[in-house]
């Protein structure tokens, strides 16, 4: 089983629709979360972090943490033709001693349609 | 402002060969890791270089080698490519041991044939 899982889609939506992009993972030790876009021929640009539990807002993304169901989330509002990309989610475990190495996950495509 | 280079952006290479790709890192970063990206796949984790020294390392064999330069840059090396070593390379750097400041090259894609 993969530290973290995470459906790679293709994910096809209309412009202007929500998008819910989702990942679980096994590792409790996991404190640090993130959410990279990945264009074609491009490499991950870090869209959006938290720590621990919780909330965070920035525009129209919102990331969520459910520590205690081992589960993360990227809400997209009113998405663009321009959020189609692949998205990864990304984890570090607490403790890692400072050496930060990033357990991504699969990355979901996403396709947004005029 | 640069952002992290990575050379060269394509390279075809017969199995057996050995390969060199490079990285410059983002300006005032001191940190480089390198990650493997498997087609459909999410990034894997190489190693990291931190001092010119390699301070943490994935599950990959000893064919896969690296070195950082007093500049920060960074070398990686693969030897006796499988065709299982076909990927996008993807450099990143950060400064220190900073969770969130990871900042990606476009990587360059290896294809064994």
């Known amino acids: 089983q993969k530290e973290v899982e995470q459906d790679p889609g293709p994910l096809s939506v209309p412009e202007g629709a929500i998008v819910s992009l989702n990942c679980t993972y096994s590792n409790s030790a996991f404190q640090y979360f993130m959410w990279y876009r990945q264009y074609s021929r491009k490499g991950p640009e870090l869209l959006m972090y938290t720590y621990s539990s919780g909330n965070k807002e920035d525009g129209r993304f919102t990331a969520q943490v459910d520590k205690s169901s081992k589960y993360i989330s990227l809400f997209i509002r009113d998405s663009q033709p321009s959020d189609s990309a692949t998205y990864l989610c990304a984890m570090i475990p607490m403790f890692s001693g400072g050496y930060n190495k990033l357990i991504f996950g699969a990355g979901t495509r996403l396709a947004v349609h005029p | 402002d640069a952002g992290v280079t990575q050379s060269p952006t394509h390279l075809i290479k017969t199995r057996g060969q050995q390969v060199t790709l490079r990285c410059s890192p983002k300006s005032g970063h001191d940190t480089v890791s390198w990650y493997q990206q498997a087609l459909g796949q999410g990034p894997q984790f190489i190693f990291q270089?931190?001092?010119?020294?390699?301070?943490q390392r994935g599950n990959f064999p000893d064919r896969f080698s690296g070195h950082q330069f007093p500049n920060y840059s960074s070398e990686l090396n693969v030897n006796a490519l499988l065709l299982g070593d076909s990927a996008l390379y993807l450099c990143?750097?950060?400064?220190?041991?900073?969770?969130?400041?990871?900042?990606f090259g476009s990587g360059t894609r290896l294809t064994v044939v």
């Open positions: 990143a750097s950060s400064l220190g041991g900073s969770q969130y400041g990871y900042t």
């Open positions: 270089y931190y001092e010119e020294e390699e301070r």
